[in-house]
């Protein structure tokens, strides 16, 4: 069974950093695309970041380029994401998903195929 | 970015209803545009994705349709563990990835 599980989740002081991690199981990670979607409270889903299956491409959402830094260990079956200058609108539950779609022609076409529970991330002071 | 508008806001079905959710495009994005289902405090569920195709274990009740701009997600015969939000996502022309904004579908 695919089970994608968030943590590192929790109250942050504006400024502060925190890293989020998401271990995966139930399917081979390194061979797939992983995502960083995230919900505000009352708000629906917002994409944040994806890193391609052996870490050497990154793309994010242009709200956090620059604060947040997408990573992965295939070795231990884990991404993560580093969030650095965190704002008061950064806070959210934060969903790990596994990317479907397929590439053609040079051009890649991802959605998210498995998703987990989530982790709460509140920046308050 | 292309933006994703879907409606209603919410719906009131009954159970045992038809269910129709509308989600369109600012521009063309093919057939990629991809569903899914999300319960308060659950993983979110991917629904359809292709625009028209059940991922693995989605009932068939479970029904997508369009291309373009115009998408609809239409549930043929609501049952109690339907009731949630639904959120349309095109995947044709990113970054960045987006969704609409939801439809709540709730008991009426």
């Known amino acids: 069974e695919v089970q994608v599980v968030e943590s590192g989740g929790g109250l942050v002081q504006p400024g502060g950093s925190l890293r989020l991690s998401c271990a995966a199981s139930?399917?081979?990670?390194?061979?797939?695309?992983m995502h960083w979607v995230r919900q505000a409270p009352g708000k629906g889903l917002v994409w944040v970041s994806r890193?391609?299956?052996?870490?050497?491409?990154?793309t994010y959402a242009d709200f956090v380029k620059g604060r947040f830094t997408i990573s992965r260990d295939n070795a231990k079956n884990t991404l993560y994401l580093q969030m650095n200058s965190l704002r008061a609108e950064d806070t959210a539950v934060y969903y790990c998903?596994?990317?479907?779609?397929?590439?053609?022609?040079?051009?890649?076409?991802?959605?998210?195929?498995?998703w987990g529970q989530g982790t709460l991330v509140t920046v308050s002071s | 970015e292309i933006v994703m508008t879907q409606s209603p806001v919410t719906l009131s079905v009954s159970p045992g209803e038809r269910a129709t959710l509308s989600c369109r495009a600012s521009?063309?994005?093919?057939?990629?545009l991809a569903w899914y289902q999300h319960k308060s405090g659950q993983a979110p569920r991917l629904l359809i994705y292709?625009?028209?195709t059940r991922a693995t274990g989605v009932p068939a009740r479970f029904t997508g349709s369009g291309s373009g701009t115009e998408f609809t997600l239409t549930i043929s015969s609501l049952q109690s563990e339907d009731f949630a939000v639904y959120y349309c996502?095109?995947?044709?022309?990113?970054?960045?990835?987006?969704f609409g904004g939801g439809t709540k579908v709730e008991i009426k």
């Open positions: 890193i391609d299956t052996d870490d050497t491409i990154t």
């Open positions: 998903a596994r990317g479907g779609g397929y590439c053609s022609g040079g051009n890649c076409y991802p959605f998210f195929d498995s």
């Open positions: 521009q063309s994005v093919s057939s990629h």
């Open positions: 996502q095109q995947y044709n022309n990113w970054p960045p990835l987006t």
């Open positions: 139930g399917f081979t990670f390194s061979t797939k695309w």
């Open positions: 292709g625009a028209s």
